[in-house]
Structure formats: C-alpha cells, structure tokens
C-alpha cells in the first residue's frame, strides 16, 4: 500500500514549475560576459564557447517550455479556469440528480408511479451527464473534484409545480453550459468546446421534454383522469443510459449499448 505521501507525488515526466537547469544556464552566460576581456584570453576563450552553448540551450529549452506550458501546467491539456469550470458543472449535473430523485421520491409517496418513473429516469441522465465530465477531466490530465450538494425540496405542491421548478433548473442548467463554452471559446481550448457541444444539443432535449409535458398539465388542470392517464404514459419512460459506472464510462457505455 502506497504511503499518503506517493498520493500526492507529481506524475514522473510532467513538470510543474520551471526546471531547475533552465534558471541555472542564463547565469552561466551572465559569468561569460563578466570574465570577456579578463586577463587570461584562452581561459576566456573556452569558457566563451561553453557559454554561449548554455545560452543556446537555455533559449531552445525555454520555448519549448512556455509552448508546452501554455496554460501553466505542464503537458496538460486544460486551462485550471476550465477545470475549475467543469468541476462546478459536475456539481451540478449532480446536484440535478439529487433534485430529481427527490421529485421522484414525493411522486411515489403520492401514488404517482408514472411520474416516479420519469424523474427516477432523469435522475439517470443527470447522473449520466457528471460521469461524462468527471471522465473528461481526469483524461484531460486533470482532477474530478467533489463537492458538497445542495439538499433539495422534499415537498411540492403539484406534477405542475415541480416539472415548472425541472424547467427553470434545466434554464438554468443551459445558461451555466453557455458560460462553459464562451469560456472554452476564450481559452482557445477546442477539445472542450467539442465536448461541450453534446451538452448544448442535450439542454435542447431536455427543455423541450419539460415544455412538452408542463403543456399537457396545463390542459389537464385539476382533472383527475388525465393526469392518470399522464401518468400511465410517463410510466413508459425507459432509460437509455448507463447506470452502472464500476468499470468506466466506456465500458458502461458498452453495456449499456449491448
Ligand atoms: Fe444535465
Ligand atoms: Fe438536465
């Protein structure tokens, strides 16, 4: 068992800060510029060509620093902003996950199976959406961070309230997506923005879903039978992704495609 201390080691090959020979070869060539015109010429001489070699490599090591550095970490590929960024949409993937379990959890408690079913199914999709960015960040050479969550509602008055609350969350949900990619547009990081894009098309889906279905409970307004029979349809709401994450998203992706 590794010591807490391996934990936090740095990954061997990939640099944090600013290696230790490049600080040291620029003083090398400062030494060469004190000792030309010193009064032992051939000592000057050889020193001079060993100099300037420093300076050389100095200047090649340099650039190929700051190229491979352009966000300031090393070999890795996103800006700490972004996965700063993407950490705080995980935490609300998750946090929309919570939000509907609990709508599912009032809608059972009320004999509403259908609609139980429909958010337990969304709760899936929410879950879904967090795996697919912790993934992301952690290929990216970064860290998926956890955080707290936010306890949600237990109670709500009606279907109609808690799928206008699902609409305004998922409003909400889209605006923070926009934000993520004007930030991965700034940052020129076009792996992001290509993986932000499913999230983009996603947000349509689920607004449109939450609209389609607010419009029928409008219609249905205190009637009993039709939100019964609202509710039989929601019933059939089936999951189409992966719920089980043990072995990776790719191979959850896999099972679930099977
Ligand atoms: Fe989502
Ligand atoms: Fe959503």
Not at 27 to 35: I, K, M
Not at 68 to 91: C, I, P, S, T, V
Not at 114 to 128: D, I, K, P, R, S
Not at 237 to 246: C, G, K
Request: net charge negative.
């Amino acid at each position: 068992m590794g010591s807490p201390a391996a934990f936090s080691a740095k990954k061997p090959g990939i640099p944090h800060k600013l290696p230790d020979h490049i600080r040291v070869l620029p003083l090398c060539y400062l030494a060469e510029v004190c000792f030309t015109g010193a009064v032992i010429p051939a000592f000057t001489r050889v020193f001079s060509f060993f100099a300037h070699g420093a300076l050389l490599m100095s200047a090649i090591s340099l650039s190929w620093y700051y190229m491979k550095n352009r966000h300031g970490k090393g070999y890795y590929m996103l800006a700490q902003k972004m996965e700063d960024a993407l950490n705080e949409q995980m935490n609300r993937e998750m946090y929309s996950a919570y939000l509907y379990m609990a709508m599912s959890s009032h809608c059972a408690n009320k004999g509403l199976k259908g609609f139980a079913n429909w958010f337990m199914v969304q709760y899936h999709e929410e879950m879904f959406h967090a795996m697919k960015i912790y993934e992301y960040v952690n290929l990216q050479g970064g860290k998926a961070v956890l955080k707290a969550l936010q306890q949600p509602p237990s109670t709500f008055v009606s279907p109609l309230e808690m799928y206008t609350k699902t609409l305004e969350h998922e409003q909400f949900i889209t605006r923070s997506i926009n934000d993520l990619m004007e930030l991965a547009i700034a940052e020129k990081d076009h792996a992001s923005q290509i993986f932000l894009q499913w999230y983009v098309t996603e947000q349509v889906e689920e607004e449109s879903n939450d609209n389609e279905i607010i419009s029928q409970l409008v219609i249905i307004r205190d009637d009993p039978n039709g939100l019964m029979m609202l509710d039989r349809e929601l019933a059939g709401r089936v999951t189409t992704v992966p719920t089980e994450y043990s072995k990776g998203l790719q191979a959850a992706l896999k099972g679930a495609a099977a």
